[in-house]
């Protein structure tokens, strides 16, 4: 069934990706594939719940705090977006075939850099937007927003 939802994924068959998600998350004895199915599922179909079981089932990886962190990012949800990278970044890298190692390298310190600025925490958005660009120091994007967020900091008094 996880299997059947990632190619659901690939080809935007969105309603059976969801199908085959619930499918692999009752059926499927491995927490890592049952957590990507759900974590798949609802991020094709912007479904907080089953972001939220793709955390439960499976906390100890990054990626699916990570989907979680990007819904709050794209709903504008700052506290919980900077709770659920904070959750992400602890997680060790997974060794298995559903590692996205951009994850880990960057893309959760992008979140909580976006979701401190959001908070008006200047001082730890320019740290994160460090890490961030630091470990993907060719993305155009990370340039700015970290000049952005020293911009904002250096002009707000102390």
Known sequence: WTYLAREYMFHGR???????????YAKNPWN?????????AGEASDNLEMLRRATEVCPEEAENWHALAHYYYQHG???????????????????????D???????????LAIAHWNR?????????????LANNPD???????????KGKRDETPA
């Open 14 to 24: 969105t309603d059976d990706l969801v199908y085959a998600a619930e499918e692999a």
């Open 77 to 99: 949800d700052w506290d919980h977006c900077w709770i659920a990278s904070e959750r992400g970044i602890d997680c060790h890298p997974t060794t298995h075939y559903l590692r």
């Open 101 to 111: 190692e951009s994850v880990l390298a960057w893309r959760l310190y992008d979140l």
């Open 120 to 132: 008006g925490k200047w001082e730890d958005a320019v740290a994160w937007g460090a890490k961030a």
């Open 139 to 149: 993305d155009q994007r990370l340039i700015r927003n970290l000049a952005f967020y």
């Open 32 to 40: 890592a594939e049952r957590a990507a199915a759900m974590r798949w």
